[in-house]
């Protein structure tokens, strides 16, 4: 399965950074990774229609994870979600899970396992600790 990480943030840096860092440690030419952070015109904020462009150009076979850090970047992934046809929406995932931790995890996941509920689950774990 081709994968998608559709990263979102206000911060067009921070999103671009996470990319990096995750194209630089994971190795699979089965997972894309989408910096979508900040406005069309490179401003703070978040644009849906960044995110439907980008599962637009993407491979049609493509799973699309989506991270999000806060706000207007979750409620933007969401309206993009239901701005895409019928089918891609049957393949895109709004993951509640940390924005850096969250889409590392997926990406390694996703580059060794084609199952979806297991790339969730493990990006939702990513952000756990467990310090005491």
């Known amino acids: 399965?081709?994968?998608?990480?559709?990263?979102?943030?206000?911060?067009?840096?921070?999103?671009?950074?996470?990319?990096?860092?995750?194209?630089?440690m994971q190795t699979s030419n089965d997972v894309s990774i989408y910096s979508l952070g900040g406005t069309t015109d490179n401003e703070i904020g978040s644009d849906p229609t960044k995110i439907v462009d980008a599962v637009n150009e993407a491979s049609k076979e493509d799973a699309f994870f989506v991270f999000a850090d806060i706000g207007s970047a979750v409620i933007n992934a969401e309206m993009a979600r239901d701005m895409l046809e019928e089918e891609q929406q049957?393949?895109?995932?709004?993951?509640?899970?940390?924005?850096?931790?969250?889409?590392?995890?997926?990406?390694?996941?996703?580059?060794?396992?084609?199952?979806?509920?297991?790339?969730?689950?493990?990006a939702q774990k990513a952000?756990?600790?467990?310090?005491?």
């Open 127 to 132: 952000g756990k600790k467990d310090w005491e």
């Open 90 to 122: 049957e393949r895109y995932y709004l993951v509640d899970a940390p924005l850096v931790e969250g889409a590392f995890a997926a990406a390694i996941t996703a580059g060794t396992s084609d199952d979806v509920q297991q790339i969730i689950t493990e």
């Open 1 to 24: 399965m081709k994968t998608s990480l559709l990263l979102l943030s206000h911060s067009k840096e921070i999103t671009d950074g996470i990319q990096k860092m995750i194209e630089q």
